[in-house]
T-cell receptor, first 115, second 112 residues
Framework: GAVVSQHPSWVICKSGTSVKIECRSL??????MFWYRQFPKQSLMLMAT?????????EQGVEKDKFLINHASLTLSTLTVTSAHPEDSSFYIC???????????FGPGTRLTVL | DAKTTQPPSMDCAEGRAANLPCNHS???????VYWYRQIHSQGPQYIIH???NNETNEMASLIITEDRKSSTLILPHATLRDTAVYYC?????????????FGKGTRLHILP
């Protein structure tokens, strides 16, 4: 069946560096990608929504200049955490949706740890 | 804000049926009840959804009350691998671009 992958599955970086997380739809065209983050013991929180070829729409309280989202192709969206700090340490999860009603899948998540 | 209310945690003995309740008293006529689960450090996994009739698939059964204000997810024979956080969500089915807003869910512990 359809699968959404994320890369890397985990990453550790130093404070102040930027980290790019990829989300790929493997056998369907993802017209819309959603990015969530999840802090320990908490629920998923929607960060932004991106449509292929358009600028992302960010949820209230999410800094668009800090969390850069690119959705340049129908199979790939990237989330770049710029100048990461320890408080950005979290589990980042993407969700991809395609044209078909059943083409809606979550990625496996990326755990970011900022030292 | 999430439109559902769930107990924060539940225990269930392995091999028994796990019944997870959810209240959604403000559900709209075109909204379905969806259930997802999240095993530790993984992405959410779709389980089942329904509008007003009871539904069953290979993973679970979904019982929706006649007034649609509450529902119960049933895992008929719980195993240790069913330990996860279960999220009940109301949303329009098939609407690909809707934002899925997660509540706090129910943390289900399957006891050996």
């Amino acid at each position: 069946g359809a699968v959404v992958s994320q890369h890397p599955s985990w990453v550790i970086c130093k404070s102040g560096t930027s980290v790019k997380i990829e989300c790929r739809s493997l056998d369907f065209q993802a017209t819309t990608m959603f990015w969530y983050r999840q802090f320990p013991k908490q629920s998923l929180m929607l960060m932004a929504t991106s449509n292929e070829g358009s600028k992302a729409t960010y949820e209230q309280g999410v800094e668009k200049d800090k969390f850069l989202i690119n959705h340049a192709s129908l199979t790939l969206s990237t989330l770049t955490v710029t100048s990461a700090h320890p408080e950005d340490s979290s589990f980042y999860i993407c969700r991809a949706t395609g044209q078909g009603a059943n083409e809606q899948f979550f990625g496996p998540g990326t755990r970011l740890t900022v030292l | 804000d999430a439109k559902t209310t769930q107990p924060p945690s539940m225990d269930c003995a392995e091999g028994r049926a796990a019944n997870l309740p959810c209240n959604h008293s403000t559900i709209s006529g075109n909204e379905y009840v969806y259930w997802y689960r999240q095993i530790h450090s993984q992405g959410p996994q779709y389980i089942i959804h329904g509008l007003k009739n009871n539904e069953t698939n290979e993973m679970a059964s979904l019982i929706i009350t006649e007034d649609r204000k509450s529902s119960t997810l049933i895992l008929p024979h719980a195993t240790l691998r069913d330990t996860a956080v279960y999220y009940c969500i109301v949303r329009v089915a098939g609407f690909r671009d809707d934002k899925i807003i997660f509540g706090k869910g129910t943390r289900l512990h399957i006891l050996p």
